[in-house]
């Protein structure tokens, strides 16, 4: 039987309780932060060698010379071309979607023109290098390479690097091939602190790029917080979150299996079901009882659902969207009659999954939208990642010599109004010009 | 005579000492990390009571109870009242013109349905509440509390917090007049990293919000880092930088005051001047040697033109933008003829002044645009402050029952290529129900 917890929005002491399951901050360790800084002090200080002492190291293989970390792109087509027929079929629809979701966020660049002449408006452009990483190991996803590289493509960025390590040695097929399809422009076998240090501050072989995103463990996380500035960074995620919304007419088979979506991840996964349906709560429970016990990762399923999952009985719809709002879930599944109806009052989600056929799952893989989302509920203030995290804005301004006399005027009231005399002046030599 | 750098583009060392130029860490200063970290901790666990403390502690003034702390509504608009006609029409020009060009930044949701039914997209919703941060004593600008607080308003932010340190007690009536005309719901008089912290998690006076923007001293800096995460930040700024592009024809009283109007703001200021006419950069030198006396801040300009400035020699118009992509500066004037006909070529910049009479600091406080820009090189990967910055994205995904069953197969076979089998049978219930 499961021990997922059960909650009633009624209790007097709901809203302690499920903070208390929401309660997750990043572990920030110290002894981790100091090896990350030293490894980043010796790739900016010793480049190229330093990245082959921290393969052997840390990888367990020694490249030949700077040159062997370089993963050809030769190696990439004989990736592609190796994976089974269905793999590279599943690749390339999956990316074609996820492609053409993504051109629908480009941003384009905007201007307008007041009656003096005065031009106002943005530029937005790419920007000329990313670094994609990409875990190696059992958690290699070649899902993530389509998520992270595709929209940076679209977005028109000059190079993406793509950097993975290769523990032994050892290549994943299905990454390389993702990385194919999705037009990654050079790999390279580093991974770690020492990556992410390589990227950021670049070495002889591997190219500094202008921000990196792409998961990575506790040491990449450190790294990517460490080199923030030097470099734009994609946000630092927390576990996996689902929040389901039923009104109790989905199959409860279906429901427990989307809880289970989410906490096979791993033990921190956090699985929510809230429903008005109380006998429907009871269904569900029974339906995680029935399939748990088939799951290949039972283990894992099982204790994130009893450490972090909940059943939660909301008194009505509005209850249900009320605790949706306040959790802001990364993932929020919507399984209801019409979602159409409501989705306009949920204020903070980072995907919705509307109506019963729309399984979590379908966006992780090749709905269209990404799969990177705010964790943590920092969807109350960030967004999915998006082509219009590889674009940048430029203002552009262009005073009209009517235009300035106007604007000098009042420029120059407010910046004697701070104090600073040289911005009043240098706005009132253009004012006194006409 | 100033001893600003001349520097050339056609020198073997000129990257070299260009790089020397413009190199800036942000200082991450060991001691003042834990003194914030000790405040964090102390604000969350002793809220309000703590708040008490650090303002008798740093301001030098005690509040008679934790609500004293707030500066109610009435008291902005008798400052709005009590300054002079002039600044008071100035704030409302200026206000009236950015939000009129945020306006132009909002984004809109949008949706597109699949030949199948199946509908995609993306949700656009503002924040619920953020927190603007706004310096107290000797650099306190009312033009930034405009330009912080009209994007969020713009972007429908539910409520806008303000919180501005008052040491002694002293309230500054032109930054409280603009926190009326900018539409700040509340306002309270703490600063430092106490009132980071309290913005970030609550207290039972002060509301928690869900980003915090504002500039602010190393402390400010340091905690807003720090509650990054718990709350979304805007970038920590490092000192403001122009970089004047000239073809030698504007007078060069002007662009000498140009240099000044950044060189003034703090000693690590950085102006620079590129321009093909060598004759013109000398002229300009000159300008700066007759004009640098009459200056109010003339030490501190002086020191920031030796320190960070130069002049540099480029060898045309082409070589001139290559060094601004190269450097990305804050702030770009083109003080050239035709500024339109080469915009398209900048690659990196905060904001593009664009013509001789657009004056820089026609930007800083009325043209329309936002003043607060990415600084440090970090335009190669980030965007001046906007509407954007107050919303977020939820992306959407309703599968149709067809097409539902289509995404099933694809999600499916890259699900188990990953060993998430949970993941692959939650949308195969789907695809098996078609």
Redesign the interface.
Known sequence: MTDIQRLSTADADFRTRLDALLAWE?VSDDRVGQIVAEIIRSVRARGDAALLDYTTRFDRWTPVSPAALEIPRARLEEAWQSIHT??R???E??SARIRA?AE??KLAS?S?REPDG???G??V?P??RAGLYVPGG?AA???SVLMNAIPAKVAGVGELIMVVPTPDGELND?VLAAAHIAGVDRAFAIGGAQAVAALAYGTATIPGV??IVGPGNIYVATAKRAVF?Q??IDM?AGPSEILVICDGAT?P??IA??L??Q???DEDAQSILVSWDGDFLNQVAASIDKLLPT???API?SSALNRRGALILARNLDDAIAVANSIAPEH?ELSIED??SI??R?????????????????????????HV??T?R???????L?VYDFQ??????????A??AE?????S???R???????????E??GE?V
Chains 1, 2 share one sequence.
């Open positions: 990043s269905a793999q079929e599943a690749l629809q999956a979701y629908h966020q905007w307008y005065t031009l106002l943005q530029q452009t920007l000329d059992k996803y070649p899902s299905l202008d921000k500035g470099v734009g630092v199959d088979d279906w299996m989307d289970f979506s906490a096979e991840h799951m290949e990762r399923i929020l979602p159409e989705v306009g949920i204020r903070h989600a980072g995907a919705v999954f509307m109506g019963r056929y729309t399984a979590e799952a379908l966006g992780d893989y090749c709905a269209g939208p990404n989302l705010p943590s920092t969807a109350r203030f960030s967004s999915p998006g940048k804005r430029s203002s552009l301004i262009q005073a009209s010599r235009g300035s604007l000098a005027r009042i420029a009231v407010l910046a109004g701070e104090g600073l005399t040289a911005h009043a002046r240098s706005a030599y253009r010009d």
